[in-house]
């Protein structure tokens, strides 16, 4: 079993999700005047499409090697890249006006606390784009269905911290004092298996589950050569939601 690059796979899931990418910067209404904050940077893949849009723009992320990389990436742009930790947001209060959190949420110890400092450090008026796969929601073809469930229960409750934040944002940014002014559920659609496989893990965890009791080494066989042999499809739903402050 092989883990991922970090940030190779951030890379790939950022050529494979450009649409949705797009889509998220087109929702923020950028204007030249603003501050944009990207929340769990990561190797600062959306760091540049927001300093053409923005006056101003700051990274935020826990990782040193991510804040390393982003750094590197947008030497000499303007960009502020910044080493902390999203529910301590090492900013101050209303000093932006647009931000986006782009599969961070899964992640952090409480989504509750960053969407709280969200809403602290996003001015009255202010935006902020979240994004969040819903990982209960993965459905696969071919193979059987009660291995696939088997495999997303596994997945659920023992890899991913908080796998269904993304069909919750909509509560929990309420709850924090924002508003949502526009929620989206998608449904991308991979078709080929060797990239939904290192996008989704499906060997590795597949893998995992075997070992853990959760599929039998059979089960779990079986699945991956059904679907490797295809034809492949796979699909989950992916929640983005615009939350405003004040
Ligand atoms: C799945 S990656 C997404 C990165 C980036 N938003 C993108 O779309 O490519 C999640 C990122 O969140 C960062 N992260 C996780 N927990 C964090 C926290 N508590 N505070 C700040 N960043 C965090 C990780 O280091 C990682 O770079």
Not at 181 to 206: H, I, K, M
Not at 222 to 242: K, Y
Request: with cysteine; glycine share 10%; charged share 25%.
């Amino acid at each position: 079993m092989t883990t991922p690059d970090p940030i190779a796979y951030l890379d790939l899931v950022a050529e494979t999700g450009r649409d949705y990418k797009q889509r998220l910067l087109d929702v923020l209404d950028l204007r030249l005047g603003h501050t944009a904050l990207d929340v769990g940077c990561g190797p600062g893949t959306d760091l540049p499409s927001l300093a053409a849009r923005a006056g101003s723009v700051i990274g935020v992320d826990l990782d040193p090697a991510m804040v390393a990389e982003a750094r590197r990436r947008t030497a000499g742009t303007g960009v502020e890249v910044v080493g902390g930790d999203a529910q301590a947001l090492p900013l101050a209060g209303s000093s932006v006006d647009r931000a986006r959190v782009d599969r961070v949420l899964h992640q952090v110890d409480s989504p509750r606390r960053v969407l709280a400092e969200l809403g602290r450090v996003l001015r009255p008026g202010g935006l902020a784009v979240l994004a969040q796969p819903d990982w209960e929601t993965l459905a696969v073809d071919p193979g059987p269905v009660a291995v696939n469930l088997a495999f997303n229960r596994f997945v659920c409750d023992r890899v991913v911290r908080h796998p269904s934040v993304g069909r919750q944002l909509v509560r929990l940014a309420g709850e924090a004092g924002l508003t949502a002014v526009s929620v989206e559920a998608t449904a991308p659609v991979l078709r080929d298996f060797a990239v939904a496989d290192e996008l989704l893990g499906l060997t590795r965890n597949a893998d995992r589950a075997a070992r853990a009791g959760r599929l039998s080494r059979a089960a779990a066989r079986g699945w991956l050569d059904d679907l490797a042999a295809g034809p492949f499809l796979a699909t989950f739903t992916l929640f983005s939601v615009v939350v405003s402050a004040g």
